[in-house]
C-alpha cells in the first residue's frame, strides 16, 4: 500500500536519515521526499511517499516517526500514484513541448506534481466562472455560490461553502480573467510555499503560451 507521509522535524544535517531509518523500522519503504517549506523557526516540512510492506499498518510508522526528537506527522494518507511523481522540471519541460497547450498541460500535470485531486483552469463570465480545461476527475462546472476571489495574482486559498469543507481549494491567475485552481480533499493542508509554486509555474506557462 503507497502513503503519502507528511512531517515536520528540524531542518538540520541528518533529520531525514534518522527520519528514514525510523520509517524503514515500522516496514515502510521509501520511494521519494519531497521538501514542501522551510519555516523561519529551523523546521522543514516533508512530504515522504512511501510503501508500507504487507501487514504493515500505517499506524506503526507514525508511532515510529514520532519516537524520533522534535518530529510531528502533520498527515499520512493513501497515494494511489505510487512514485510516479512529476517534478516542476519535468513539468516546464513539458509545456516548452508543445508551448501552444501549455497552460492545459500544466493542468493535465498538476494532480502528480501537488499531490492533489484535480486541477482546472477557468474564465470568469459575469458573476461566475466556465471550466475552459480539467484534469482527470474534475468538476465540468464551478458551482454558482463559490465566488471568484478579489486577487489571485499573488495565489491564494479560496473559500468554499459549507457543504464542501471536506475539499482545501487554491489558486492564482493567469491573467486578469483567467486562473488555475487546485483542490485537495481532506489534507493535508495547502501551504504558503506550494501557492508560491502554483503561482510561479502559472506564469512561466503564461510565458511559454504567448
Known sequence: MAYLLRVELPDVPG???????AIGSAGGNID???????????????????AAEAGV???SIISACTALPDVRVLWISHYGAGSNLTRDLEVVEAMTSDPHRARDTLVDLLPATFVVDWAVRVRRVGDGAKVLHGSPA?????????????????????????????MLVAGCSFEEDEMIVIARRGGPEI?????????HLAALATSIST
Request: glycine share 4%.
Open 191 to 199: 501551504l504558503d510555499s506550494e501557492i508560491a509554486r502554483l503561482c
Open 32 to 50: 521519494a521526499i519531497e521538501i514542501v517549506e522551510r519555516t523561519h523557526d529551523g523546521r522543514a516540512i516533508d512530504d515522504v511517499f512511501l
Open 15 to 21: 533529520s531525514l536519515g534518522r527520519l528514514a531509518s
Open 57 to 59: 499498518m500505517p499506524d
Open 138 to 166: 474534475a468538476p465540468n462546472e464551478i458551482p454558482a455560490d463559490i465566488s471568484w476571489p478579489l486577487d489571485l495574482k499573488r495565489g491564494q486559498r479560496i473559500e468554499v461553502p459549507e457543504r464542501m469543507s471536506d
